[in-house]
C-alpha cells in the first residue's frame, strides 16, 4: 500500500512539473484545451490542470478571475462536449476511442444504479469525484438526462471541485511546499472533495427520509379522516 502510493504521488508530481509547463507555454488557451482534452477522456486528471494553474497564479503569471473563468469554461464544454457524444451513441460509447478505454460497461452500471437512486445528486457527487467524473457525463447522457438540470448542477460543481484545486495550487506555491510533497497535498485536496460529497449525500438522503416520513404521516392522517 505505501508503494503504491509512493507511486501515485511520483506520476502526480511528474505530471504536474509537465501541465505546468504546457500551460507556462500555451497560457489560458492550454488550461482551456486540456481541460477539455480531460472531458473527453485524456488520461489525466483534470484536477493537475485546475492545480498548476493555481501554482501559476501563485508565480504571478496568471490573472486568478481569468484562469478561473476559463477553467470553468473549459470543463463545461469537455462534459457538454462528451454528454452530447453519449446521447448520440448511446451505450455503444463504450467502444468509442479513447472515451471507451476508461469508461467500463461496469462502471456504467454502476453510474446508472447512482442516477436512480439520487437523480440529480448524481450530477453533483460524481462530477467531484475523481474516476467517476466521466462515467457520469455518459450515463447522463446515455439515459437522456434533462440537459438543462445537468448543466446547472454540474457548474455549481465545478466551482467547488475546480475551485478547491485551484486554490490549493495557490497555497502550496505561496507556501513554499512544492518541494515538501505536492502529491501529499494533492491526496488532501481529493480527500477533501470526496468528504464534501458524502457530506452532501448524507444530506439528500436525510432530507428524502424525512418527506417520505411527513407524506407517510399525512397520508395516515388522511385515511382516518376518511374513515
Known amino acids: 500500500m505505501l508503494l503504491a ?40 486528471p483534470e484536477d493537475i490542470p485546475l492545480f498548476s494553474a493555481g501554482v501559476l497564479i501563485a508565480k ?11 477553467g470553468w469554461f473549459g470543463i463545461m464544454v469537455g462534459d457538454t462536449a462528451l454528454y452530447c457524444v453519449a446521447a448520440t451513441l448511446g451505450p455503444k460509447i463504450i467502444g468509442f476511442p479513447i472515451i471507451g478505454r476508461h469508461i467500463t460497461e461496469k462502471r456504467l452500471t454502476s453510474m446508472h444504479r447512482w442516477f436512480d437512486k439520487y437523480g440529480t445528486w448524481a450530477v ?77 449525500l448524507w444530506a439528500y438522503v436525510w432530507w428524502r427520509n424525512r418527506r417520505q416520513r411527513n407524506a407517510k404521516a399525512e397520508k395516515l392522517k388522511s385515511s382516518k379522516v376518511a374513515e
Open 5 to 44: 502510493m509512493m507511486d501515485i504521488h511520483e506520476i502526480f508530481g511528474h505530471l504536474h512539473h509537465f501541465v505546468e509547463l504546457l500551460i507556462r507555454q500555451g497560457g489560458y488557451i492550454a488550461v482551456f484545451s486540456l481541460l477539455v482534452a480531460c472531458g473527453l477522456g485524456l488520461p489525466v
Open 60 to 70: 504571478g503569471d496568471m490573472d486568478p478571475w481569468v484562469a478561473a473563468l476559463v
Open 124 to 200: 453533483g457527487l460524481g462530477r467531484m469525484m475523481t474516476g467517476i467524473r466521466g462515467a457520469m457525463v455518459v450515463v447522463a447522457g446515455t439515459i437522456g438526462f434533462n440537459y438543462v438540470k445537468f448543466i446547472i448542477v454540474d457548474s455549481i460543481a465545478a466551482i467547488l471541485s475546480g475551485g478547491l484545486f485551484m486554490v490549493l495550487g495557490y497555497y502550496v506555491e505561496k507556501h513554499h511546499l512544492v518541494a515538501k510533497g505536492v502529491a501529499d497535498l494533492a491526496s488532501f485536496g481529493l480527500t477533501g472533495v470526496v468528504v464534501l460529497g458524502a457530506l452532501l
